[in-house]
């Protein structure tokens, strides 16, 4: 009586419900990958377990009993619940590796951070790591890579962000010290600061303002679009940059931008997913709240 109080195996419930629905042994033998001998004793093991008859023989073959029938839909129940219950494992195991984030200074400065903790506390059960992870044998390649550039890429699934709108912007200070800034091509007197990696920003400019083949007075390059707009306020020259990226400077006054020149540029900022990476629900839960964290910075912008 005793062995009564245990449940029964996974592998019986199978088998009944198998057999109930095909109504042959050998049938269920082939869906449940088991011998006919097999089922047959799994079968009589459940009888034995809840002593009742669960089958009974017709014309058509087997059919399931009063009791059969009874105790078929909790079966069905019960095996409902387990699947379920190893998805919700597997989905854990899946959210609780790492996702590895890398993406430019300058949207995490000026974008990501500060809004991050509203994605942290709506999912504190997944892990976002912003660095490289480095051993002695390995590097780890990111998950999600945030880049400025031309997107999308055909290797990879791309989703454009922000900053394609970009600014012409220096302070006050710089332009009074020039005498004044009356027309676009008067940037030609100033010194550019430049970001290495973005050197197409000066040609697209020209040509949105009829100044093609214009060159500035100076040019300083940095790799940091930070140090850039740093260098600005300080009066050290003019900068082209996104929008989204000098809107508070620009609404306090440290920035201006002169005769409202901007551009919309070829290049922007764009979360790529690495097709390498195993798709997961905390993945696709990440990408979607960065993309539409994206779509309210750039419109803010």
Known sequence: ????????????????????????????????????????KQIQALEDHLGTELFERSPAGLRPTEAGTIYRPYAEAAIEQMERGARRLAERAAI???????????????????????????HPEIDVQFTNFVSEKEIEEADLEIVHGFGPWPDRESHY????????????SALERLGGFNRAADVQKMTLLQHFQMPAFWAEFTEAHGLRGAVPAHTVRYGYYSVIIRAAVAGLGVALAPRCYVAEELASGALVNPLDLAFDSATGCWLTVNPQSERSPALDALVAWLCEEGRRFDAAG
């Open 161 to 172: 962000l922000f900053g394609r709108q970009v600014a012409l912007v220096a302070a006050p």
């Open 96 to 122: 609780g590796r790492p996702i590895r984030l890398h993406m430019i200074a300058i949207a995490g400065e000026r974008w990501l951070m500060e809004r991050f903790p509203e994605f942290a506390q709506a």
């Open 1 to 40: 009586m005793a062995g009564r109080n245990l449940p029964p195996s996974t592998t019986a419930l199978r088998v009944f419900l198998a057999v109930a629905r095909l109504g042959s042994t050998a049938k269920a033998a082939g869906e449940v990958h088991l011998t006919q001998s097999a089922v047959s």
